[in-house]
């Protein structure tokens, strides 16, 4: 009788085990699988921020895909609706509706192989860029060669000093500029992102009087003697992504040649966050 109890109780041991081995690997697929869905789910925000024409069509895939509260979830309500069994790549697809215009389907195409990023999630940081150069009277492809040297177009980027997002943003310092309440989800939503960085640029350039002078500003060297050819760099992409828009995408590439996209943080110095609090405040 003692040895069956202790067979299965030993069992037991091993059940409880292998029960903990397999928690432990679904807590670490199901991380990686919110990680991959937080990633489709921005390219859904930016899709709907950007085309109001394909808006209803998004929201109703995602309410297909998450459930019929989803969508009102993540304008935030209190809906918790749970997955359902829907195509993974259905959001993905969504992306594909937005529609460019020749020359910017051209800039699109430049950015996605020069960036290595799909283009299917280039076309709406392009039509958002155009929108934010129209509210702060730039040009969208100054503000795409800033997206590129600033983040290579990786909207979830962080600099060491705290710059967020595609346009490294100062959140610390432009918290009221996203609406922010102790949140900084926001910062690193990319619509919110590149207007919020337009905006900063716009006053940069206004503030230092020159285009090189409100780049320097933008970067945090307005107290430096140089911006480390920051300034440089983002003329030089603008001026490939004129050249793509023109029609000349492999020109552009080519010469763009071994020219890297900054590292992340590395050229924006400690000072940023005091330049970028005195550009907004002015």
Partial sequence: MRDCTGSRFRQSIDWVGAAADLAGNGLSMLRRLSEAVGTLTVMAGVAIATMPSVRESTVQMMRGWFGPDSYTAAAGSEGTAAPTAAPRDALAESVRWVHLESPDALVAQ???????????????????????????????????????????????????????????????VHATRFGLD???????????????????????????????????????????????????????????LKMAAAGNVAAALAAGGRTEAKTVGSVTPATSSISLASASAS
């Fill in 182 to 240: 102790g949140d900084q989800h926001n910062a690193l939503e990319p619509v919110a992102n590149i207007r919020v960085g337009s905006a900063i640029l716009s006053d940069a350039i206004r503030r230092g009087g020159s285009l090189e002078r409100g780049l320097q500003l933008y970067v945090g060297a307005g107290n430096l003697s140089d911006d480390g050819g920051y300034g440089m760099r983002v003329l030089s992409e603008m001026a490939r």
């Fill in 110 to 172: 430049y950015l996605s192989r020069r960036y290595h990023v799909a283009d299917e999630a280039v076309r709406p940081l392009v039509l958002a860029a155009r929108e934010a150069g129209r509210e702060s009277q730039l040009d969208p492809l100054l503000i795409l060669a800033v997206m590129a040297v600033e983040s290579s177009l990786n909207p979830f980027a962080e600099s060491p000093v705290g710059a967020q997002g595609l346009m490294q943003v100062m959140t610390s």
